[in-house]
């Protein structure tokens, strides 16, 4: 069975930092893209970051410079560093992990992260 489970997010004010982690647990389960999505009340859920296996990262154009993807393979943990928070960042965040769990691809989803920016 495979479990993600995120931790961090809460309350800052704007400017200010913090960070989300998201760990996979799973026998068999070769984990390939994670991701971080968020959604803000009565809008879509939109994408966030993407980091792939080897590191390389893909954000999205209005975070780009004040967030960071990262991941740490040997603990199976991929962060999401945020800096610089605005209003607007406020969102339910969460994060997925792609891969192959004997041998059918798979996508497996946090239980979600509340990010409060404000005043």
């Known amino acids: 069975q495979v479990q993600v489970v995120q931790s961090g997010g809460g309350l800052v004010q704007p400017g200010g930092s913090l960070r989300l982690s998201c760990a996979v647990s799973?026998?068999?389960?070769?984990?390939?893209?994670m991701g971080w999505y968020r959604q803000a009340p009565g809008r879509q859920r939109e994408f966030v970051a993407s980091i792939a296996s080897d590191g390389s990262p893909i954000y999205r154009d209005s975070i780009e410079g004040r967030f960071t993807i990262s991941r740490d393979n040997a603990k199976n943990t991929m962060y999401l560093q945020m800096t610089t928070l605005r209003p607007e960042d406020t969102a339910v965040y969460s994060c997925n992990a792609d891969g192959y769990l004997d041998g059918l691809f798979r996508t497996y989803w946090g239980q979600g992260t509340q990010v409060t920016v404000s005043s």
């Open positions: 799973g026998i068999n389960f070769r984990i390939g893209t």
